[in-house]
């Protein structure tokens, strides 16, 4: 993590611009979010700086917050901090105005806050009793907070300190937004990448919803045979498919939970007159950091046998494979050796070998025999 080493009184212009760029740059995937909470924090003499959302839905929650390890945070989940009737921090920042500064002394008072659990056996207790906060955003269906954490020794911000924090936070607000706009269009980015396919393809979110469909998945589930879109999940006509398909989708969504394990799975769907639908579910690669919003899992319906385009695009999509990438692992796993794959796609043998080091990392795999296995998982071959 980048060292944020100035004092208050050396903090200047070019010291402001840097931390607006270091959360600018999170947003776009160039940086940490974490890393610009620290700068944050250093800028207002603070302990910890933290970005908190609360959301209808399980992925679009989170909390994250430096300088503190994962036993602070499950204590304050035990001791009630997330709950607003028992922690009057959130319950203020969930009602007061967008970009409405909150400190300690506009939230409780101190007789308040000598009864208060949260406060007198946890805040104080871990040395962390005072903040200032803000709401950045507030949908209907997700709010995202913005605070500072100070020490019993930092005690309550200072002026200058509040105004640091006051003239950047409309900043972090912009990237917030950013971010989650860019996870909204990469929905529609992947949409567009197998449309030309004419393949019925519906990308779901963290909560497992179908966030954007291609004409063909359009087509399918307008008429009714094998697969139906109710609130945005789709279901299948036999209950018991629905629940597999549910369940697979919840699978794909909460991404890998160790290195090599599958990342498909695959259904048979009735459909009329006694045929089959065959549904793959991928799930998706996730970004560090997420506001909810990305895509986080495929579902494709397909035919018996696997298309090169349409391989090359799961490839591209399930491992984050460049085209040329996914061009050589699919000749690879179709028997060429180096040498032959340099001709068919006129590059050295050299640039061949180390786009094949790149393949088998990004898949997990040692050997070309795990690749084949791996491509085989995914239908491609």
């Given amino acids: ?32 979010w974490l890393e610009a909470l620290a700068g944050l924090a250093a800028a207002t003499g603070s302990h910890s700086g933290q970005l908190i959302s609360f959301g209808s839905s399980a992925s679009a929650q989170f909390n994250w917050i430096t300088e503190v390890d994962p036993d602070w945070l499950e204590g304050l989940v035990a001791a009630g901090g997330t709950d607003p009737s028992r922690n009057p921090r959130l319950a203020a920042g969930l009602r007061a105005p967008v970009l409405r500064l909150l400190t300690d002394v506009d939230v409780i008072s101190p007789e308040e806050r000598r009864r208060n659990p949260i406060y007198a056996d946890f805040l104080d207790n871990h040395d962390l009793p005072f903040i200032c906060a803000t ?22 911000i200072e002026p200058d300190q509040r105004r640091i924090f006051a003239s950047i936070a409309p900043h972090i607000r912009s990237a917030v937004r950013t971010q989650m706009a860019l996870e909204g269009q990469a929905a529609q980015v992947l949409a567009g990448a197998f449309e030309s396919l004419t393949l019925p393809v519906f990308i779901c979110d963290g909560n497992g919803s179908v966030r954007v469909m291609t004409k063909g998945a359009e087509e399918l589930v307008s008429t009714g045979d094998g697969l139906t879109l109710n609130q945005q999940r789709l279901n299948a006509v036999r209950a018991e498919e629905t629940a597999s398909l549910a369940a697979a989708i919840q ?33 998706l690669p996730r970004r ?55 001709a068919n796609r006129n590059v050295s043998v050299g640039t061949v070998r180390a786009q094949i080091r790149t393949i088998y990392s990004k898949l997990n795999v040692g050997r070309q025999i795990e690749l084949v296995a791996r491509l085989r998982e995914l239908a491609c071959i």
């Fill in 1 to 32: 993590m980048r060292g944020w080493g100035w004092s208050l009184a050396a903090f200047d212009e070019e010291a402001w611009l840097s931390i607006v760029d270091a959360f600018n740059a999170a947003a776009l995937e160039q940086g940490s």
């Fill in 135 to 156: 709401t950045l955003i507030r949908t209907g269906q997700q709010a995202v907070g913005l605070a500072v954490l100070r020490s019993n020794g930092q005690r309550e």
């Fill in 251 to 283: 699978r794909a969504t909460h991404g890998l939970q160790r290195p090599g394990e599958p990342p498909l799975t695959t259904l048979l769907i009735h459909r009329k007159a006694g045929a089959f639908l065959v549904l793959d579910v991928i799930p």
């Fill in 288 to 342: 560090p950091y997420s506001f909810g919003f990305e895509p986080r899992a495929l579902v494709v319906a397909r035919s018996g046998r696997p298309d090169p385009r349409r391989s090359r695009l799961l490839l591209q999509a399930a491992y984050r494979l460049t085209s040329a990438e996914a061009d050589v692992a699919l000749q690879l796993a179709g028997g060429h050796p180096p040498e032959t794959i340099a």
